[in-house]
């Protein structure tokens, strides 16, 4: 098992080189761009996500010095679009700054330096480093998305063994009508209707709409800091496990299907094993892998991407919100910086998943298997 995880460990390599090199080259092609944000902020053409200018006050200046200072020059001849009437020498600092004065060759060989030491540099659009902002926006996320993961198996495991055994049942069909309603609606949606009856919208107004604390969080006790917590997430995780819950359940109850029609159930059967036996000892070994193969994808979906319209409806600051915004924005350092995090830990999770596949059944043998 240990050469299989080094295998793994060291393919990760090439797979990180890849993703950062695809995207890299996407945005060389992407239109707009950092520079073309300033020009715009300073025409006041921006629409973005953000119309600050970039460096707490380092920004201001150049744009003070671009319309204000020096020449007039006409850059008709400018790459940037919006360029005509600014200096260009304003228009070359804004480059050096941003690192555009370099080759992209050089800037995509530089960042992958730096990230290979973890080091992230500064966003563009805002005075703090990368590591930094991540940090901040990381409990939103980590809530969000371990406490869906968490609840999506804790309910959707037992929920679909229950249904394989007693599949064609009337618990089997009622139960499938409530599935298909909540796969059929929306997360967002679900959320906009918890608001509208639990949140102040025009019944109920039991719960918060925005943050994950209350404003006197400090002066709580432990456990009412517990309480006021569950009480802010209530809601956003109700929306985000809909979804994900129906989804598991089914995916569940097939696996489940699909093993308690083998061959291998009769035989144990046949030889004394009474029902339950036969599910736990037998069935549910076999029948969980299906199951735990989907864990990394689920997982790294609801702990960042997932959450981008919940974070949103519910005022919740978090990595999705952040991402989203980044792109909007072209602040390269934090789009670039988030999605090789993300993806190293989804190389990890999906390493960890095999792990955990030896764990439920030691017949599986890894060392034998190419990466």
Not at 91 to 107: M, N, S, T, W, Y
Not at 266 to 288: D, E, I, W
Not at 301 to 330: C, K, M, P
């Amino acid at each position: 098992m240990s050469a299989y995880i080094i295998r793994r460990l060291l393919f990760m390599i090439p797979t990180l080189l890849g993703i950062m090199m695809v995207s890299f080259v996407v945005v060389q092609f992407a239109p707009g761009g950092p520079v073309e944000r300033v020009i715009a902020q300073l025409s006041g053409a921006d629409t973005g996500a953000s119309s600050r200018i970039p460096g707490s006050g380092q920004g201001g200046d150049f744009g003070a010095r671009g319309v204000q200072g020096g020449s007039q020059v006409d850059a008709t001849n400018s790459k940037y679009r919006g360029a005509q009437g600014l200096d260009p020498e304003f228009i070359k600092k804004l480059e050096v700054q941003f690192g555009f004065d370099k080759p992209a060759h050089e800037r995509f060989l530089l960042m992958l330096w730096n990230y290979a030491r973890f080091d992230f540099g500064k966003s563009y659009f805002r005075d703090v480093d990368v590591l930094q902002l991540v940090k901040e926006k990381l409990p939103v996320s980590m809530s969000l998305g371990i406490w869906m993961t968490l609840l999506t198996y804790l309910i959707s495991i037992p929920l679909g063994i229950r249904k394989a055994v007693m599949d064609g049942s009337r618990f089997d069909t009622w139960t499938s009508g409530v599935i298909i309603i909540g796969y059929a609606i929306p997360g967002f949606l679900f959320a906009i209707l918890l608001i509208i009856l639990f949140a102040g919208g025009s019944y109920f107004d039991f719960f918060p709409l925005r943050g994950l604390t209350s404003d006197n969080w400090s002066q709580l006790t432990w456990w009412q800091k517990a309480l006021d917590y569950f009480w802010h997430l209530a809601l956003p995780i109700i929306s985000m496990v809909l979804g994900a819950f129906a989804t598991m359940t089914l995916l569940t109850k097939n696996s489940f299907l699909d093993e308690i029609r083998k061959q291998y159930v009769l035989t144990a059967r046949a030889k004394g094993c009474t029902s339950r036996q036969t599910l736990y000892n037998h069935v549910f070994r076999n029948a969980m892998l299906i199951v735990i193969a989907g864990f990394p994808g689920a997982f790294v979906h609801a702990f960042f991407s997932g959450s981008l319209l919940i974070e949103t409806i519910f005022s919740l600051d978090g990595l999705g919100l952040l991402g989203f915004e980044s792109v909007l924005n072209r602040d390269y350092p934090v789009v670039f910086a988030t999605l090789y995090i993300f993806a190293l830990i989804g190389l990890v999770v999906n390493l960890i998943s095999d792990l955990t596949y030896t764990w439920i059944d030691p017949r599986i043998d890894f060392e034998t298997r190419e990466v």
